[in-house]
């Protein structure tokens, strides 16, 4: 139900191989647009989008705003702070509010895992999942997905590193399934605290040492370290974690000298990841943040496609 | 039945002739550029290039537009990869013939033009087609016509050209037939 021939986008995992690359394979067609004079096109003219963000994020929130203004959509924000949430009405009272008043695409991002596929139950606009708790981020994985194809052509053998606080990234659970669906060959690098056995299921390999993980590497795929994290007893202190698991210009050495690294930002710089890196000739990091709108632009476009059943 | 409305020579000879009529309308070749609509349009375009290449011995850009961003029947579109756009040149100021296949009712062209203006501001634009079928629905005309086709609404023409793999040919396919190839999930336009 949730596949391209579903109304929303809840998860990769849902996704077959051939869903992930409609998206990828229109993406282009959008990113032409965004180095166009004039950056918009009435695609999805009268239509209305809203950004149901009930956790902070500004990077997300802001390239779904533009994306959907990009499509000539009109586009309402809707956050915690400001919102009726607050006042205590439920999360469904207040999205079935937001349908009311004309949504046809809702973005939401929420804390809790499985907020989006409980709304899916209720709601008849389209969904879009922006992170929902430690479950799935999938448009980050589209967009990581659509950067590796567009620098290394595509994803058959392609040795893949992600490396950081895997337990609690959303980021990394997309990728995984996305990659491990494109046929990419995964390897997961981090501290053994923040490193899920269940992911090993999945044909990933796990590795604590860095220069392991990062051999003949063609992709490294950077997380932030969530500095709340930090205390609670996952890795000692944060200049013990850049010595062990940050990427450094030494450590980028292990890596195929073409690998291309991302980061899904924000950057803690110094700490997962050497300023020098993150802006060096293998860095990739502004080119995902601009494919970011133009995946983004293709899911709300083929979203639109699909009709109620 | 389906019926053959032109042999590839009967295309060769049309394209000659609209080459020519392009060149003598805009008296040479100066600022001239084409624009084909994907897939058909784009085929066309490029054998028109060459053309007027062999008398006119000027390179005359060739741009491929794809106008699913811009058709106003989006909502009841299939899903489908968006083609890429790949306008090589600046329409700025420039004599744009947009070439299409089949002229029918006219919203692909109406689409097309407003692409087209997205990208700048264009001197003049006309348009060059190989078969119109008839049925506007919109105040639009080709300026260079290959071959006027009556038909009725239901039928459809299609246009089979070596690039795509096939032997070049024009047919008209009856509605009946035009029906039972959709069942049969026939990608395809309104043409």
């Known amino acids: 139900m949730a596949g391209a021939s579903g109304r929303h986008l809840l998860g990769i995992k849902e996704l077959s191989a051939q869903d992930i690359m409609l998206y990828l394979n229109s993406a282009g067609s959008f990113k032409d647009i965004l180095k166009r004079d004039i950056k918009k096109v009435p695609a999805l003219r009268g239509r209305t989008v809203v950004n149901l963000f009930l956790e902070p994020s500004t990077r997300t929130r802001t390239s779904f705003e533009l994306a959907a203004k990009r499509l000539s959509t009109d586009v309402i924000n809707f956050s915690a702070p400001s919102s009726s949430i607050l006042k205590g009405e439920s999360l469904l009272d207040t999205a079935l509010t937001v349908e009311a008043l004309g949504a046809d695409i809702i973005i939401i991002r929420h804390s809790s895992s499985g ?4 709304l899916s139950r209720h709601l008849k606009a389209h969904l879009i999942n922006a992170g929902d708790g430690t479950n799935e ?3 980050q994985a589209l967009l990581d997905a659509f950067t590796i194809k567009e620098k290394k052509g595509g994803f058959e053998g392609l040795k893949v590193a992600i490396v950081g606080d ?20 995964i390897r997961l690098v981090g501290p053994a605290t923040l490193l899920p056995e269940e992911f090993r299921e999945l044909g990933v390999s796990t590795t604590s040492s860095m220069d392991e993980g990062l051999d003949g590497a063609d992709v490294i795929m950077m997380l932030r370290l969530q500095l709340e994290r930090q205390g609670k007893g996952f890795f000692p202190t944060t200049a013990e974690y850049f010595r062990q698991w940050g990427l450094s210009k030494r450590r980028l050495e ?8 991302m980061h899904p930002g924000p950057m803690n710089r110094g700490i997962e990841i050497a300023s020098a890196v993150a802006d060096g000739d293998n860095s990739v990091i502004l080119e995902q943040v601009t494919n970011g709108l133009a995946v983004r632009m293709a899911v709300m476009y083929h979203l639109d496609e699909r009709k109620e059943q | 039945m389906t019926k053959q409305l032109l042999d590839s020579k009967e295309i060769e000879r049309t394209l000659t002739r609209i080459s020519h009529e392009i060149i003598e309308r805009n008296k040479g070749t100066e600022g001239l550029c084409l624009v084909g609509i994907q897939r058909g349009g784009v085929h066309l375009a490029e054998r028109i290039a060459k053309k007027i290449k062999n008398t006119e011995g000027a390179d005359i850009p060739v741009g491929s537009l794809d106008i699913s961003f811009y058709r106003d029947d989006f909502r009841i579109r299939q899903p489908s990869v968006v083609s890429r756009t790949d306008m090589p040149f600046d329409v700025e100021g420039k004599k744009v013939v947009i070439v299409d296949d089949v002229f029918f009712t006219g919203r692909s062209i109406r689409a097309a033009m407003d692409a087209i203006m997205d990208m700048g501001r264009p001197a003049l634009v006309q348009l060059a087609v190989l078969v119109d079928r008839g049925h506007r629905e919109l105040p639009i005309r080709a300026d260079y016509a290959g071959k006027n086709i009556p038909t009725s609404r239901g039928e459809r023409v299609e246009v089979l050209l070596e690039e795509d793999g096939h032997a070049d040919s024009v047919l008209l396919v009856p509605e009946e037939e035009a029906k039972d190839r959709d069942k049969n999930n026939r990608p395809g336009g309104e043409k």
């Open chain 1, 115 to 118: 907020t989006p596929h409980m």
């Open chain 1, 137 to 139: 981020h999938p448009t």
């Open chain 1, 166 to 185: 895997i337990i609690h990234s959303r980021v990394a659970k997309s990728n995984v399934y996305c990659l491990k669906k494109l046929g990419a060959d």
């Open chain 1, 254 to 261: 292990a890596a195929k000298p073409d690998a291309i690294v």
